[in-house]
């Protein structure tokens, strides 16, 4: 079993626009209509959990939710087949706002509500809630930033409570949450970097400097580490070598990028359960997450295409 | 058709230790009649519902009553509801649970719900696990 836990989930909602207009000064030239929209359950970790089960995996997803918002996720969620195990908060679970301009769909606009605040209690809650079911989880993934009233360490400790029961943990966030849950070890790390291009102070911007912070986070005993190169490509560290990965199109195929990455992590989870190779897995991945971006609904759907997706992405191994 | 086909795929449970002041929140916001009730195993326990709980609140000559007109007002049902908030909710759970097995037949829920009349079941696994519930609901989406 695949447990996801997303601490803050959101509704995301996207809106597709011919022409985005600020700073106009009458009613008809300031009003943008969307040209269409969706609406979807979001948050990293069900992200994961709805890629998964588009490609007929089971998972259980956790976390906390709140008021109407919070009917619409589990509901979501429900509906594409994923078991829901949240906790229930007071408040409202945040909306996520993505505006796509036409032609510039790979320059997202995004506007993110904060977090619904978590009390003491509601934490307690999910942690007697996770206890009861990690003994079955093979995986369990650990995605987004942290609500207010969550601890700091919050993610190492479940983290700590997984690697008891033999589960191995996936852990794509950033900041403080990323770096205290290294010290529990986790199984595969990929930092969250949008608004940081910096890992503990250092900058990560070239290949050289994502290998050496790549490999400080290994030296924490993190067995992979993938990081944000660009739009289309990743470098991957483990022990043993160092792979960069590209998908060969243009950003402008692109349609939205929201989710893509955490399609590429469901993908890569996919074929790291099943036992694939990790060069087998790091391509099925990318190829998971270009295909989410090339599609308008946020995780691709067209699970069919994968395995054609792969032709162009290209795994050259650097280093090992 | 077997139930794991058919029904709410939701673990929102409690444990037997949690006040009723909580399971009356999460009764609230999970928009849920009854919740079961679990053990550390996630094992089911028990359930408890919106109905015990106003049972537990009523007086104890309620069911002598032939209709709640004769209860003068509603004063004493809250001073029995303030004494009772931060009780666990095992004091007040029912402990015989109907359920269902994940590969029981849809018939066997269905059967259960109707002649019952209740408006869900929970549905185990073969150690005993809560995997889920079968609402009425979920008796007819499959055939529209």
């Given at each position: 079993?695949?447990?996801?836990?997303?601490?803050?989930?959101?509704?995301?909602?996207?809106?597709?626009?011919?022409?985005?207009?600020?700073?106009?000064?009458?009613?008809?030239?300031?009003?943008?209509?969307?040209?269409?929209?969706?609406?979807?359950?979001?948050?990293?970790?069900?992200?994961?959990?709805?890629?998964?089960?588009?490609?007929?995996?089971?998972?259980?997803?956790?976390?906390?939710?709140?008021?109407?918002?919070?009917?619409?996720?589990?509901?979501?969620?429900?509906?594409?087949?994923?078991?829901?195990?949240?906790?229930?908060?007071?408040?409202?679970?945040?909306?996520?706002?993505?505006?796509?301009?036409?032609?510039?769909?790979?320059?997202?606009?995004?506007?993110?509500?904060?977090?619904?605040?978590?009390?003491?209690?509601?934490?307690?809650?999910?942690?007697?809630?996770?206890?009861?079911?990690?003994?079955?989880?093979?995986?369990?993934?650990?995605?987004?930033?942290?609500?207010?009233?969550?601890?700091?360490?919050?993610?190492?400790?479940?983290?700590?409570?997984?690697?008891?029961?033999?589960?191995?943990?996936?852990?794509?966030?950033?900041?403080?949450?990323?770096?205290?849950?290294?010290?529990?070890?986790?199984?595969?790390?990929?930092?969250?970097?949008?608004?940081?291009?910096?890992?503990?102070?250092?900058p990560v911007a070239t290949v050289n400097e994502i290998i050496a912070a790549g490999r400080k986070i290994i030296s924490c005993g993190v067995e992979m580490i993938i990081m944000s190169h660009e739009?289309?490509?990743?470098?991957?560290?483990?022990?043993?070598?160092?792979?960069?990965?590209?998908?060969?199109?243009?950003?402008?195929?692109?349609?939205?990028?929201?989710?893509?990455?955490?399609?590429?992590?469901?993908?890569?989870?996919?074929?790291?359960?099943?036992?694939?190779?990790?060069?087998?897995?790091?391509?099925?991945?990318?190829?998971?997450?270009?295909?989410?971006?090339?599609?308008?609904?946020?995780?691709?759907?067209?699970?069919?295409?994968?395995?054609?997706?792969?032709?162009?992405?290209?795994?050259?191994?650097?280093?090992? | 058709?077997?139930?794991?086909?058919?029904?709410?795929?939701?673990?929102?449970?409690?444990?037997?230790?949690?006040?009723?002041?909580?399971?009356?929140?999460?009764?609230?916001?999970?928009?849920?009649?009854?919740?079961?009730?679990?053990?550390?195993?996630?094992?089911?326990?028990?359930?408890?519902?919106?109905?015990?709980?106003?049972?537990?609140?009523?007086?104890?000559?309620?069911?002598?009553?032939?209709?709640?007109?004769?209860?003068?007002?509603?004063?004493?049902?809250?001073?029995?509801?303030?004494?009772?908030?931060?009780?666990?909710?095992?004091?007040?759970?029912?402990?015989?649970?109907?359920?269902?097995?994940?590969?029981?037949?849809?018939?066997?829920?269905?059967?259960?719900?109707?002649?019952?009349?209740?408006?869900?079941?929970?549905?185990?696994?073969?150690?005993?696990?809560?995997?889920?519930?079968?609402?009425?609901?979920?008796?007819?989406?499959?055939?529209?």
């Amino acid at each position: 079993m695949i447990i996801t836990v997303t601490l803050s989930p959101a509704i995301d909602k996207v809106y597709w626009v011919d022409h985005l207009k600020i700073g106009e000064i009458t009613q008809d030239s300031f009003l943008t209509r969307a040209t269409r929209s969706l609406t979807s359950a979001g948050g990293k970790g069900i992200n994961v959990s709805i890629l998964l089960a588009r490609l007929h995996v089971e998972s259980v997803a956790m976390g906390f939710v709140a008021g109407h918002t919070g009917h619409v996720v589990v509901r979501d969620l429900r509906d594409e087949g994923i078991t829901t195990n949240f906790v229930w908060t007071h408040g409202e679970t945040r909306t996520n706002v993505t505006i796509l301009e036409r032609g510039r769909e790979h320059i997202p606009i995004k506007v993110n509500e904060s977090s619904n605040r978590v009390t003491p209690v509601e934490i307690d809650r999910f942690f007697r809630r996770f206890r009861r079911i990690v003994p079955n989880a093979k995986w369990v993934v650990l995605g987004g930033v942290l609500p207010p009233g969550a601890p700091p360490d919050v993610y190492r400790q479940i983290t700590s409570i997984a690697n008891q029961h033999g589960a191995r943990v996936v852990i794509t966030a950033g900041g403080r949450a990323l770096a205290e849950s290294l010290l529990a070890c986790p199984y595969l790390v990929k930092p969250d970097l949008r608004e940081n291009v910096s890992f503990e102070g250092t900058p990560v911007a070239t290949v050289n400097e994502i290998i050496a912070a790549g490999r400080k986070i290994i030296s924490c005993g993190v067995e992979m580490i993938i990081m944000s190169h660009e739009v289309t490509g990743d470098i991957v560290i483990t022990k043993d070598a160092v792979w960069e990965i590209q998908a060969r199109i243009q950003t402008t195929q692109l349609k939205n990028l929201v989710g893509a990455d955490d399609a590429l992590l469901g993908g890569i989870l996919y074929k790291l359960d099943r036992g694939a190779p990790v060069e087998d897995a790091l391509r099925f991945g990318m190829a998971t997450g270009i295909l989410s971006a090339e599609s308008e609904e946020k995780i691709c759907r067209n699970i069919d295409k994968i395995e054609s997706e792969m032709d162009l992405i290209s795994l050259e191994r650097l280093e090992g | 058709m077997k139930v794991h086909e058919i029904m709410t795929r939701d673990l929102t449970s409690v444990e037997a230790d949690v006040t009723i002041r909580e399971l009356i929140f999460i009764l609230d916001n999970a928009r849920m009649p009854n919740i079961p009730v679990v053990n550390d195993a996630n094992q089911l326990i028990g359930i408890i519902s919106e109905k015990d709980l106003i049972r537990a609140a009523l007086p104890g000559y309620f069911d002598m009553l032939h209709s709640a007109s004769f209860i003068p007002d509603l004063n004493q049902m809250a001073k029995r509801l303030a004494a009772i908030v931060d009780d666990p909710a095992e004091k007040h759970m029912q402990r015989s649970v109907l359920h269902v097995l994940a590969d029981d037949d849809v018939l066997q829920a269905a059967d259960l719900i109707i002649r019952k009349d209740i408006s869900n079941i929970p549905v185990v696994n073969g150690e005993g696990q809560l995997v889920g519930r079968v609402k009425r609901i979920d008796l007819l989406k499959p055939y529209i």
